[in-house]
């Protein structure tokens, strides 16, 4: 049992550390500068050899400046980056370092033994002053930062904190520089620092440490790298403080150490800043711009892919609707019942592939011809559907025994007709208009009944006069409910040489309005009444072939003519 526990345990610590594995660096920087710190006396006899009063000034300032120049890097990246990431921690950290850096280049310029800096550097309290008020406020001001949640927005114009920040830095150097006796001392001659400063030294300390540990569980909670390499700078400063307290002249070999601990800090800030700001966002947007080039190249392919599906799709859509108009076209009649008393021409134009118009023209009998026209709603696939249902529901005459047939009146067809097509689960919105009539020869009598035909056929006599036979009655639609099949049959006497136009509303309904080409019901009469001994459907075709060609043609066209001998 112990030993299956152990076994677990150390699963579960070797799983940890390479969930964690970054956290080396930090245990390394601990360890490093433990024992450099420890057995930093072995080196300091070789430091005062190497390094004189003159060169450790120049350390210090080259140390000074750079840390200076990143102090500003750090503030200028956040401060601009903020108008598109509006991150407030960003910007309340880089003004931290803003001030910092103002306090960190009087501090440099008043060191003792730099040249004269607006009062006379004859001691190093005032360099010493400027330098724990520079750690303090970065201490308290990073660790109030820690608590700020690293994603959390703000609304706060940038310059607002630009303006504040510039002119706390500067009271603090009018304080320290013209009124140095309102504060305490902090490095006293011949003695070194005083307990005040290593008292803020040690607060300082307290600070960071608490700041530290407050970005290390941000890391291991959100395994964010920037805030374990916050943590490491500040575990930097945290020895970089510690050195500063042990020293006892500013020239020794911990003030020495404590400047390099400061620049190794500030760069490591300089680089958290530089990856927040500049390189992750354009990280991000290469990636995504070389994602976008993958899902452009994957939708070309796909779009290329698609296409030729919807070719394939659309050839075979052609191919079925031909053969849909083959099919109607077969049902339509290929030869019309022409003899020396009656002649017919007919004219077919669908708008498109297939048509909802219809016509057929047969013999019944020995002395009568039967005929009709009509119209389907809408146009197109669905409509000359209709149409087949139509050409086998019509249902002319009935069987008498012996092989005998009696003719059925056109009212009671359209009837007949009425009753079967409310049978069928058609949908509401769909309906039939429909003028079935029978031609008797030797009476020479055209008997008709229309189920809502919109456009009256027209009767052309010898004289060019124009009659418009009279029509009534309901479409053949799903009202049988409400409305009981009711048709009337109507009668026509026709004389010699009377001719009989019968017509869909697509052929009044033709018009361009590109080149403003229309043919209309007054188009037609007129045109009828002008044609005298001339044929009727070539006229017409002429009249409008032109319009139907240039895209004036929405509807189906259809149209037949009778012509009495």
Not at 20 to 45: C, D, G, H, R, T
Not at 545 to 559: E, H, L, M, Y
């Amino acid at each position: 049992m112990s030993k299956t526990l152990n076994f677990l345990s150390l699963k579960k610590i070797i799983k940890y550390i390479f969930n964690y594995n970054q956290l080396i660096w930090l245990f390394a920087v601990i360890i490093f500068s433990a024992i450099l710190f420890e057995k930093m006396f072995l080196l300091a006899p070789l430091f005062n050899k190497t390094i004189g009063v003159s060169s450790y000034l120049s350390w210090h300032t080259i140390f000074e400046f750079i840390s200076i120049l990143v102090s500003f890097c750090v503030f200028i990246l956040s401060y601009y980056a903020y108008r598109q990431n509006r991150r407030l921690r960003g910007i309340f950290i880089a003004n931290v370092f803003l001030i910092m850096g103002i306090i960190d280049i009087f501090h440099t310029l008043s060191f003792k033994g730099m040249p004269y800096f607006l009062i006379e550097n004859s001691n190093a309290n005032r360099a010493t002053t400027y330098w724990i008020i520079a750690r303090l406020i970065g201490a308290i001001g990073i660790t109030v930062g820690s608590f700020i949640k690293i994603n959390k927005k703000s609304r706060i114009n940038r310059k607002v904190f630009l303006v504040i920040s510039i002119a706390f830095s500067l009271s603090i150097v009018v304080v320290v520089t013209y009124l140095p006796h309102a504060l305490p001392a902090m490095y006293i001659e011949g003695i070194g620092v005083t307990k005040i400063k290593k008292v803020l030294e040690y607060i300082t300390i307290i600070c960071l440490c608490f700041a530290g540990i407050m970005f290390l569980h941000q890391y291991l909670r959100r395994k964010d790298n920037s805030n374990l390499m916050f943590a490491i700078a500040i575990t930097t400063s945290i020895f970089s403080e510690l050195a500063f307290i042990r020293y006892n002249s500013v020239y020794d070999i911990h003030n020495y150490i404590g400047h390099v601990y400061k620049f190794i800090s500030y760069f490591i800030v300089f680089r958290i800043a530089f990856i927040n700001n500049i390189e992750k966002p354009y990280l991000a947007l290469y990636k995504a711009k070389n994602k976008i080039k993958a899902y452009a190249g994957n939708l070309n392919k796909l779009v290329d892919e698609r296409t030729k599906e919807l070719y394939h799709m659309n050839q075979k859509l052609l191919e079925d609707l031909e053969c849909a108009r083959d099919i109607q076209k077969a049902i339509l009649p290929q030869s019309l019942p022409n003899n020396e008393k009656v002649n017919f021409k007919a004219v077919y134009y669908p708008a498109e592939r297939v048509s909802g118009d219809f016509y057929n023209i047969f013999r019944l009998d020995d002395h009568r011809i039967g005929m009709y026209i009509g119209d389907v709603s809408g146009h197109g696939v669905s409509a000359a559907m209709l149409t087949i249902f139509l050409n086998q529901s019509i249902k002319t005459t009935k069987e008498l025994d012996g092989n005998r047939f009696d003719v059925i009146h056109p009212s009671k067809v359209l009837e007949n007709l009425y009753e079967l097509y409310n049978k069928v689960n058609f949908k509401d919105e769909v309906y039939i208009l429909l003028l079935y009539a029978i031609y008797n020869i030797k009476t020479m009598e055209l008997q008709y009944s229309s189920a809502g035909m919109n456009v009256q056929p027209l009767i052309v006599k010898n004289n060019g006069e124009i009659l418009e036979m009279d029509i009534n009655g309901l479409p053949i639609c799903n009202l049988i409910d409400i409305c009981p099949a009711e048709y009337l049959d109507k009668t026509i006497k026709l004389e010699n040489g009377d001719k009989v136009f019968f017509y869909t509303d697509g052929l009044i309904e033709l018009n361009n309005k590109s080149t403003g080409d229309s043919f209309t019901k007054d188009h037609l009469q007129k045109m009828l009444a002008d044609c005298g001994s001339r044929d009727i459907c070539k006229e017409v075709e002429k009249n409008i072939k032109g319009i139907c060609s240039n895209g004036g043609q929405k509807d189906d066209v259809t149209f037949f003519v009778m012509e009495v001998n």
